[in-house]
C-alpha cells in the first residue's frame, strides 16, 4: 500500500483548480472548508501529523521549534511502513519532524532572489525524489509526506529587482501598492505546476490513498486591507499578508481524501487539520493514540469548534532580535498583536491574547464569509457563549508565554526574506 501526504504550503481552496485536484475529489471526500491550527508553517504541520492542539503539542514558533508529540510517521512506522518526507521549504527542517520518518531529505536547490522564497526546492523535485523511493520500495507498505513551497511568494516579489520602498511616518512601506499585482498571478501559476507533479506522481505509481491539503493560506488583493496589517484599534502595523491574522483567507485551507476507504462526498462543514491523523488512522483501521485531539472524519459526526491561534507579534516582540532591530530600524512589527480564535460553522470569534484574552473581532461568518462585518457589539451572547469554550481550552496554557530561541543573523535573514520579519 502507498499513501502520500500532500502539503502544499499557502493552498487556498481555490488553489486546487488543476484537474488532477477534480479527479481526486471524485475518488474520495473533499473538504472545501478544512480550518487549520496556525497560520504558519511548523506549528500547522505539528497540527497536521500529531493531531494536535498547538497548546497540547508545544510548537508554537517557525523555526528552532520541538515536539514530543506522537506523529503519523512514527505511527505508521510501527505499523510497519516504510516513511519519508520531502520538504522543499525552509522551516520545518529546522525542527524535530524529521525524528518520525526513516528517510526526511529537505531540498534548497533554487535561490530564489526575486519572489521572496528564499532557497527551496521545486514540486518537480520533490516529487521525482517520491517516485523514486516508492519505485525502490514497491510492493511494501510505505508513506510519503511531501510539503510544496512553490506557492510561498512574499510582498517582496513586488519590489522590482528586490528594491524596498521607503518608509512613512507610521513605519511602513510608502506607495506599496503600486507593486501589488504580480503575486496573484504566480501564485496560480505555480498551483498549476504543483498540481501536473502530482498528476505525474500519480501516474507513474500506484497511490491507494492521497491526502491533499495545506498548512495555511494566503492573503490576496481585495482581503482585509491587502497588503496591510491593521491592530485591533484599526492603526495600521505592518505589510505582512499571512502568518499574523486569523481571518479565514489565512486559515481556510482544502483538504481531499482521496481512496477506497473514503466515501464520495463534499462536505462544506468545517474540519480541522489536526482531524487528518484520526482519520487516516480510521481507514486504516489502526488504534488511534491517547492525546489525539481531533476526530475521524469517516462518520458524519463533525467537530463542532475549530481552534486557530498565532502568536507571531509576541514572539517577535519578546523573544527575537527584532525587539533590538526594530527600535534601530522603525521596522514596525513590534506592534503585531497576539491572536487566538475559535470558530464554529456559523461564527468565529477572534481575541488578542496578553495577561487577558480580550474579543476584539466576531464575524457570522456563514452570512458573511468575507468578515467584513464585525459583530462584536450586536451579539454579546454568543461572544459570551464563544469565550466560554475557548477558556476551556486555553485557561491553562502557560507556554504562550515562554520565550523562543534566539535567532543569529543568518537565520534572520532568511525569515526577513521569507516575509515572517
Known amino acids: 500500500m502507498n499513501i502520500v501526504l500532500a502539503s502544499v504550503d499557502c493552498a487556498r481552496p481555490d488553489a486546487f483548480g488543476h484537474r488532477f485536484f477534480e479527479r481526486a475529489r471524485e475518488r474520495g471526500s473533499d473538504y472545501d472548508t478544512c480550518i487549520v491550527q496556525a497560520p504558519f508553517t511548523s506549528p500547522s504541520h505539528t497540527s497536521m501529523l500529531s493531531g494536535q492542539y498547538p497548546f497540547n503539542h508545544g510548537v508554537r514558533w517557525l523555526i528552532d521549534y520541538e515536539t514530543d508529540a506522537t506523529t503519523l510517521p512514527q505511527i505508521l512506522s510501527e505499523e510497519g511502513f516504510n516513511t519519508a518526507g520531502f520538504t522543499g521549504g525552509y522551516p520545518l527542517p529546522t525542527g524535530n519532524l524529521d525524528e518520525g520518518f526513516d528517510t526526511f531529505e529537505h531540498y534548497d536547490t533554487l535561490e530564489d532572489r526575486m519572489e521572496g522564497r528564499q532557497d527551496y526546492g521545486p514540486a518537480n523535485l520533490l516529487v521525482n525524489r517520491a517516485i523514486n523511493w516508492l519505485d525502490d520500495n514497491e510492493g511494501e507498505d510505505n508513506f510519503v509526506f511531501l510539503h510544496f513551497f512553490d506557492l510561498h511568494f512574499t510582498l517582496r516579489s513586488e519590489f522590482g529587482n528586490r528594491e524596498r520602498p521607503d518608509f512613512d511616518d507610521e513605519h511602513v512601506y510608502e506607495n506599496v501598492e503600486q507593486y501589488i499585482g504580480r503575486q496573484e498571478r504566480r501564485y496560480y501559476e505555480e498551483a498549476e505546476e504543483v498540481g501536473r507533479q502530482l498528476e505525474l506522481l500519480h501516474d507513474l505509481v500506484d497511490v491507494d490513498v492521497s491526502v491533499l491539503t495545506g498548512d495555511h493560506g494566503s492573503k490576496m488583493p481585495g482581503e482585509h486591507g491587502y497588503p496591510w496589517v491593521y491592530d485591533s484599534t484599526g492603526r495600521r502595523v505592518g505589510s505582512q499578508f499571512r ?77 527575537k532580535l527584532t525587539y533590538r532591530m526594530d527600535q534601530e530600524f522603525e521596522f514596525g512589527w513590534n506592534d503585531l498583536e497576539s491572536l487566538v480564535a475559535i470558530r464554529s460553522n456559523e461564527w468565529k470569534l477572534i481575541c488578542t491574547v496578553d495577561d487577558e484574552v480580550t474579543p476584539v473581532e466576531l464575524y457570522h461568518v456563514a452570512q458573511d464569509p468575507a468578515e467584513s462585518r464585525n459583530r462584536l457589539e450586536s451579539d454579546p451572547d454568543v461572544v459570551e457563549d464563544l469565550l466560554e469554550r475557548l477558556h476551556e481550552w486555553i485557561a491553562d496554557d502557560e507556554q504562550r508565554y515562554a520565550t523562543a530561541a534566539r535567532v543569529d543573523e543568518e537565520t534572520r535573514g532568511h525569515l526577513e526574506d521569507l516575509g515572517y520579519l
Open 243 to 319: 502568518a499574523v491574522e486569523l481571518y479565514d483567507n489565512i486559515l481556510r485551507v482544502p483538504l481531499i481524501f482521496a481512496g477506497d476507504a473514503f466515501p464520495n462526498r463534499t462536505v462544506h462543514r468545517q474540519v480541522r487539520s489536526i482531524d487528518i491523523v484520526p482519520t487516516m488512522l480510521d481507514a486504516l483501521d489502526v488504534g488511534i493514540p491517547g492525546g489525539v485531539d481531533g476526530q475521524s472524519l469517516l462518520d458524519e459526526h463533525l467537530p463542532e469548534y475549530a481552534y486557530a491561534e498565532t502568536y507571531h507579534g509576541q514572539l517577535t516582540t519578546e523573544n
